[in-house]
């Protein structure tokens, strides 16, 4: 074999390009140093900001903005009540975004591949779906038989309509080129939405789900403030009836570490689940 | 009559843009046509109605006797972008193809199928392999795996090695040279491609297409004995005149255009 057909044998190895590594060691550490840096100096200046609040605007014995310290304490005594606020909240938010996305994605992709369906429902979904569905909580409330079923119906609603919309979305932006692919191979049917349509359109999907969780998130703790007995929602309002700041901001700490928590868990499906696009 | 492919009047436009204007060719089974034209000269368009993804305004398009309506198994198509479904493995797209080709076949049978495709193509080392990690003469390669699996006896072929390398584009010719020789019966090829060299090198014929509208412009038997060689092909004085009317004829289109515009 010459020199030049072995080169032209290795030229045919398909590579993933990958990015050159740092030449040294040290310039690597160095460089993510300096990004971790970055990325905390925000958190740096609040939380210094909050310890100069405290210490030098004290504002009497019950002070609207706690002392750092004593937040601490109080989100770690309340930490059980917490925890069994996380269940309660969940057992609110799962259902109702998982029902969302389970028939945002059926009704989203057959909408979107179908012409007839997206005259007859667009209309209809360009009114319906920008209500805030806070609005419907007294009258869910009201209606449905368990506080839980209505916060869960609440929730459903506000997920739907991004899921719902997005899946559409995707599914009429299939490329041509798939779908001539997909005639041609003759599939058709249930077959050619669950092989071709639904992964094409599943980038658009997560978005929507992305939209949907951070709107459950928001809903499910509003719903709460009006009925609930446990929750991370009537945590916060519960120790504001109280006029308890510490925990009240120990609260809202705790619930933004969740909700970060839950959207990362999402990005983390979303990159497994998409692993092959470039 | 054996299987062949006939086209008759056929006119089509789009957007009251007039694509092709009263095209009648007649191709028997088993032969290599390279379809040749300037960008815009609709040889995509032919291709596309051909393989039955649109539909002509006028004209008739018949395949084994019996008229195109629509796409099928029995025409399979390479395109440029070889439209690999990105998010199952190399396998299974050839797999897919299997399934609907055959549908009688088990999973592991089709699989088995598809990796013996993927040998025949050169890709032994890209199975499981997703297009995302592939290099596009890889993904090209896969490409016509897939439309051999699919048996069809007509292969529609879009300017399949246009994004490649000169280098790939070599190695790919001469295996889409070498899978249909082996063949027996020899499927029918339309190759669509503006490269001269490479149309005379792959067909047994050469259709030229004029641009706006698209017309036949010249119709060329090209009788080079087969196992081309490229280094004496190129040597040879018979190419050399063959490559120069098709050259002539090529760009006397492009000045009418340029008169035209």
């Given amino acids: ?64 903005i706690p002392h750092p310290l004593v937040t601490a304490r109080a989100l770690w005594e309340s930490l059980p009540e917490l925890w069994t606020g996380t269940l309660s909240s969940f057992s609110i938010l799962i259902p109702g975004f998982v029902l969302a996305t389970l028939l945002g994605i059926v009704s989203g992709i057959s909408v979107g591949t179908s012409p007839r369906l997206q005259r007859a429902l667009f209309p209809f979904a360009r009114v319906a779906a920008p209500v805030p569905p806070t609005v419907y909580i007294p009258y869910a409330i009201a209606v449905l038989p368990t506080f839980k079923l209505s916060a869960i119906f609440v929730v459903f ?21 798939y779908r001539d692919n997909a005639r041609i191979l003759g599939l058709s049917g249930f077959e050619y939405h669950w092989r071709v349509v639904f992964p094409a359109a599943l980038p658009h999907i997560f978005s929507g789900m992305a939209v949907g969780l951070g709107f459950s998130f928001i809903l499910l703790t509003v719903a709460e403030l009006f009925g609930a007995n446990a929750g991370l929602g009537r945590f916060v309002q519960y120790y504001a009836d109280f006029a308890d700041y510490p925990k009240m901001v120990a609260g809202i700490l705790y619930t933004g570490l969740v909700t970060f928590l839950a959207m990362t868990g999402l990005e983390a499906i979303k990159r497994r689940a998409l692993f092959w696009q470039r | 009559m054996s299987q062949s492919l006939r086209l008759e009047g056929i006119d089509f436009s789009y957007d009251a843009q007039r694509i092709l204007a009263g095209i009648d060719l007649t191709i028997p089974a088993g032969q290599f046509v390279s379809l040749l034209g300037a960008s815009g000269s609709g040889k995509s368009t032919l291709l596309r109605l051909v393989a039955g993804l649109k539909a002509p305004q006028r004209g008739r398009l018949a395949w084994n006797g019996k008229p195109i309506a629509g796409p099928g198994l029995d025409r399979g198509v390479v395109f440029q972008d070889y439209a690999l479904f990105p998010w ?46 592939l290099s596009g003469g890889m993904r090209q390669r896969a490409a016509i795996a897939r439309a051999l699996a699919l048996g069809s006896p007509l292969l529609l072929m879009d300017e399949p090695f246009g994004a490649l390398d000169p280098v790939n584009r070599a190695r790919l010719q001469d295996l889409l040279l070498e899978i249909w020789e082996a063949a027996s019966p020899k499927k029918t090829i339309v190759f669509v491609t503006h490269d001269v060299d490479e149309a005379l090198y792959l067909g047994d014929r050469v259709v030229i297409l004029g ?6 412009i010249a119709d060329l038997p090209v009788e080079f004995p087969r196992h081309r060689d490229r280094r004496s092909l190129f040597d040879s004085s018979a190419f050399h005149e063959l490559r120069e009317s098709i050259a002539e004829t090529l760009a006397a289109d492009t000045l009418k255009q340029l008169v035209a515009a």
């Fill in chain 1, 1 to 64: 074999m010459t020199a030049e057909s072995i080169a032209l044998e290795t030229r045919e190895l398909g590579v993933t390009p990958t990015p050159h590594a740092a030449s040294q060691p040290s310039a690597g550490i160095g460089r993510r140093l300096a990004a971790i840096v970055e990325a905390s100096l925000v958190w740096v200046i609040l939380l210094a900001g909050w310890f100069a609040a405290a210490e030098y605007f004290p504002l009497g014995d019950n002070p609207l």
């Fill in chain 1, 157 to 177: 609603i506000g997920a739907f309509w991004p899921i719902f919309q997005n899946a559409a979305a995707g599914a009429h932006a299939l490329e041509e080129r």
């Fill in chain 2, 88 to 133: 199952m493995s190399v396998v299974d797209n050839i797999a897919i193809a299997i399934g609907k080709a055959r549908p009688e076949t088990g999973k592991a049978e089709r699989r088995a199928e598809a990796v013996d495709y993927l040998r025949k193509v050169g890709l032994d080392a890209a199975i499981d392999k997703y297009p995302f990690e």
């Fill in chain 2, 211 to 216: 641009s706006t509208p698209g017309r036949v």
